[in-house]
């Protein structure tokens, strides 16, 4: 990828609400999309990904992101948020060229789920 | 199963001096990759070994360089440390490419 673009660097919100964190990417050739998530202090953790098939991804702790091709986009979403997942998250996107993979993030965006 | 490990947690070195960081990965996997986690500045790739072999490399200069044992854990060399060298490095593990797993990172403090 020449690019991923997270589009807020910080979104606070409030416990229980809706919530999307936006991630754009630019590349010229197959890419594999990620989701991470950073707690406080730790390494990442793999929270979801696209690899290929159905374009709406979803984790086991109700996050969903969909693979927008034409957009060039993969945006991350949480119905109702909880204070434990204040954290940051980091989009990332994995493509092919010759030479082997190689995975680049973007900046992160924190996110911040108050009471 | 245990995770990937890294060691130290916390590094402190003077500029100039050379660090060495260390990385286990996850039993079974051949692949080990760094990174540089700089504040404000996201992750950085910095290096992928995969069975022994520098498979590729980032855009860092080439006093950042490492290798990987025949057990696949793999060593993180900075030579000639400067003070924008002070980043978390983020070690990752996996047997597919495009399915990482990652350690707790080791702090690098250059004063």
């Known amino acids: 990828a020449q690019s991923v673009t997270q589009l807020d660097s910080q979104v606070p919100v409030f416990e229980e609400a809706p919530v999307e964190l936006r991630c754009n990417y630019s590349?010229?050739?197959?890419?594999?999309l990620f989701w991470y998530v950073q707690y406080p202090n730790q390494g990442l953790q793999l929270l979801l990904k696209y690899l290929s098939g159905s374009t709406l991804v979803e984790s086991i702790n109700g996050f969903e992101a969909e693979f927008n091709k034409s957009q060039t986009s993969f945006h991350l979403r949480k119905p109702s948020v909880h204070i434990s997942d204040t954290a940051e998250y980091f989009c990332?996107?994995?493509?092919?060229?010759?030479?082997?993979?190689?995975?680049?993030f973007g900046a992160g965006t924190r996110l911040f789920v108050k009471a | 199963e245990a995770g990937v490990t890294q060691s130290p947690t916390h590094l402190i070195k003077t500029r100039g001096q050379q660090a060495t960081l260390r990385c286990s990965p996850i039993?079974?996997?051949?692949?080990v990759y760094w990174y540089q986690q700089a504040l404000g500045l996201g992750l950085q790739f910095l290096l992928w070994y995969d069975e022994g072999e520098e498979r590729n490399r980032g855009n860092f200069p080439p006093r950042f360089s490492g290798r990987q044992f025949p057990n696949y854990s793999s060593e993180l060399n900075v030579n000639a440390l400067e003070l924008e060298d002070s980043a978390l490095y983020l070690c990752?593990?996996?047997?597919?490419?495009?399915?990482?797993?990652f350690g707790p990172g080791t702090r690098l403090t250059v004063t």
């Open positions: 590349s010229s050739v197959s890419v594999y």
């Open positions: 039993s079974g996997h051949t692949s």
């Open positions: 990332a996107v994995s493509e092919y060229p010759s030479g082997g993979f190689k995975t680049i």
């Open positions: 990752a593990s996996s047997l597919r490419e495009y399915e990482q797993y």
